[in-house]
Nanobody
Framework: QVQLVESGGGTVQPGGSLRLSCAAS????????MGWYRQAPGKERELVAV???????NYADSVKGRFTISRDQAKNTVYLQMNSLKPEDTAVYYC?????????????WGQGTQVTVSS
């Protein structure tokens, strides 16, 4: 079992910044990718950003230039620095990790953290 614990959500005014963190724990052998998704009310969950163990980083077009994903592989932790936040960034943000435990592949989700951008 692999658990993901997120932190850092909250309420911020338009133009503000927030930093999300997600730490993975459990019987982890390796992590191939860690990323962030979000789901706004009435909408489907969408990819925000993903970081692979090979070093690549991919972003949704809507957040390019404003959000930055980074990883501390030694700590099995991923971060999402969100700058120039807009009201349309309001959503529940979920952390995701994919890799292998000592026995089998895994794919895990965090519990979600609310980000609200409002004046």
């Amino acid at each position: 079992q692999v658990q993901l614990v997120e932190s850092g959500g909250g309420t911020v005014q338009p133009g503000g910044s927030l930093r999300l963190s997600c730490a993975a724990s459990g019987s982890i052998f390796s992590i191939n990718a860690m990323g962030w998704y979000r789901q706004a009310p009435g909408k489907e969950r969408e990819l925000v950003a993903v970081s692979t163990s090979g070093g690549s980083r991919n972003y949704a077009d809507s957040v390019k230039g404003r959000f930055t994903i980074s990883r501390d592989q030694a700590k099995n932790t991923v971060y999402l620095q969100m700058n120039s936040l807009k009201p349309e960034d309001t959503a529940v943000y979920y952390c995701n990790a994919e890799g292998r435990t000592w026995g089998a592949p895994f794919g895990s989700w965090g519990q979600g953290t609310q980000v609200t951008v409002s004046s």
